[in-house]
């Protein structure tokens, strides 16, 4: 009886598996990423792996009604007993709880962008200082200088900068939700001294 539930459970996590896989690597490959992004596309090769060894064990256990590998598949049959049942419906379950997550978070679940490019990265660390840093370097050299206009100016610019940069970031992380009112509020108030 508990071969049943098993062949049910892998049935399952074999296909959606198999579907998480394509999702990745086909996002991967589609965004030219294969060989830049090595985590996603070892993440969909473990997925793509996995789906293969619940598939193997799916037809391990369906084999005998199929008229095929009766001795494998009779073994495989009485190896499974309740407990590796509820663990392979469990792991059915988490899969099924990934595809449901995709429907919430939307584009952070479509493949390539689920992994942070590190090219990425770097790039907005770059303009971070292009625009933030740079700015601010400005600003303290002019107080230095004692030419407070100047610096009031490469202030001002820095923080207009400064806002356009948080603000692309939260939108590119939320993607058309984009930041509403009270999404920013701090937990705690900043002090000027």
Known sequence: MWWKVDALANGLIMVAY????????????????????????????????????????LEHLVA????????????????VDWHLAIWDLLTAGVAGFYWSLRRIYGPLMRGAKLFEDLEERQRQALEINDRIVQGLVVAQAALAYDQRELSEEALDRTLVAARELISDLLVQANDERGVRPGDLVRDVAASVR
Not at 65 to 78: C, D, I, P, W
Request: aromatic letters at 6%.
């Open 64 to 79: 005998p009604a199929l008229g095929f590998g009766h001795a494998s598949g009779m073994a495989a049959r009485a190896a």
């Open 18 to 57: 198999f579907g998480i896989a394509a999702v990745i690597l086909r996002s991967l490959a589609r965004n030219g990423q294969l060989r830049a992004n090595k985590l996603g596309t070892a993440t969909g090769i473990i997925f793509l792996t996995c789906g293969v060894g619940h598939g193997l064990h």
